[in-house]
Every structure is written in C-alpha cells, then in structure tokens.
C-alpha cells in the first residue's frame, strides 16, 4: 500500500510540475504580448502627438493664410480707391 501511495504521490507531483511549467509558458507567453502591446501603444501615442503637432503647424498656417489674405485684399482696395 506504501508503494502504491508514493507511486500516487511522485505521480501527482509530476501531474502538477506539468501544470506549473504549462502556466509559466503561458504566463511569460503573456508577459511578451503585454510588452509588445505596450510597445505599440507608445508608438501610437508618439505618432498621435506628431498629428497633434501638425495639425497645430498647419492650423497655424491657414491663420497666417487667412491674415495674409486680409492684408492684401485691404492693399489691393487701397489701390483701386487710389485709381479713381
């Protein structure tokens, strides 16, 4: 009965070592995933803020546009008013 009970036991020892390398590949499998993850996330947050950055630049602009546009539409009234 005691070598039926040690073969259960190194048996269920076994059965569980199994088990624990199963979860620990699978934890580390996890573990690449979430750094992966986290790696994209700060390439997204990068390539976001370089939107952001360029949506102010060329925002920018258009106001520089628009008062350009202004001015020369008041110079070229100024011109036409000289004329007459």
């Known amino acids: 009965?005691?070598?039926i009970n040690n073969l259960?036991?190194?048996?269920?020892?076994?059965?569980?070592d199994k088990k624990v390398k199963e979860l620990q590949a699978e934890l580390e499998l996890k573990e690449t995933e979430i750094a992966d993850l986290?790696?994209?996330?700060?390439i997204s947050d990068s390539t976001i803020t370089n939107l952001e950055n360029k949506i102010l630049f060329l925002e920018n602009d258009i106001d520089q546009l628009k008062k350009s546009r202004f001015r020369?539409?008041?110079?070229?009234?100024?011109?036409i008013a000289k004329q007459f």
Do not use: D, E, P
Request: proline share 0%; hydrophobic share 35%.
């Open 8 to 16: 259960l036991i190194k048996y269920k020892h076994n059965l569980l």
């Open 38 to 42: 986290t790696s994209k996330n700060q």
């Open 1 to 3: 009965m005691n070598i």
């Open 72 to 79: 020369t539409t008041i110079i070229f009234k100024q011109n």
